[in-house]
């Protein structure tokens, strides 16, 4: 499967998604700060070998066909500006998750990074829908969500990793899958 992950790209309009590696583990350790986890399950990494165990355990997910998570980069300047990943893409309702470093915020980068990955699943998975778990007060993602047509189905407190308790809203994504002509 290690050729599959080293041919895996995605190409958005100003984005590409390749495969995370270890090429991004000191960038992803600067910039993955308190501020960027605010919203999410996962905590600030401790140290540079805390996000190497990251990318160590991504890149195993993708071997076993669990998961994908892809670093974004800009195509011009193929600046790095964060991470998106779908995980448990071997079942029938996969788990999209996405974050952009600050000085990239504000820009849509978000939103074309997530549409590129879910178009890509939509020809590559088969899946029934995708989860979109985001706390309530996070309106950008949210808008992400709904800008996918995605449907707000549960409601429910989550604890992160942080230690903090958030108000859950989860989102269920539909294919857009082309209806066969009769």
């Not at 495969?19 to 991004?24: D, G, L, S, V």
């Not at 910039?31 to 070998?49: C, H, K, L, N, W």
């Not at 669990?66 to 193929?78: F, G, P, Q, Y």
Request: charged share 25%.
């Amino acid at each position: 499967m290690r050729s599959n992950l080293e041919n895996f790209q995605i190409e958005t309009a100003r984005l590409l998604l390749v495969p995370i590696t270890m090429e991004y583990a000191e960038e992803i350790f600067r910039v993955f700060d308190d501020e960027i986890t605010r919203y999410m399950y996962p905590a600030t990494p401790g140290s540079i070998e805390d996000t190497r165990i990251f990318i160590r355990k991504s890149i195993e997910g993708f071997s076993r066909g669990e998961e994908i998570v892809a670093a974004i980069l800009t195509k011009d300047a193929r600046e790095f500006i964060g991470n998106v990943g779908i995980h448990d893409i071997n079942t029938s309702t996969p788990e999209l998750g996405i974050w952009i470093k600050k000085d990239a915020h504000g820009h849509g980068y978000g939103k074309e990074a997530v549409t590129g990955l879910k178009e890509w699943a939509d020809t590559a998975l088969g899946y029934e829908y995708i989860k979109y778990p985001v706390v309530e007060e996070n309106i950008p993602s949210r808008a992400i969500a709904e800008s996918l047509n995605g449907k707000e189905v549960l409601r429910y407190p989550k604890t992160n990793l942080s230690g903090v308790t958030h108000a859950m809203v989860e989102y269920y994504i539909h294919p857009n899958v082309p209806h066969a002509h009769q």
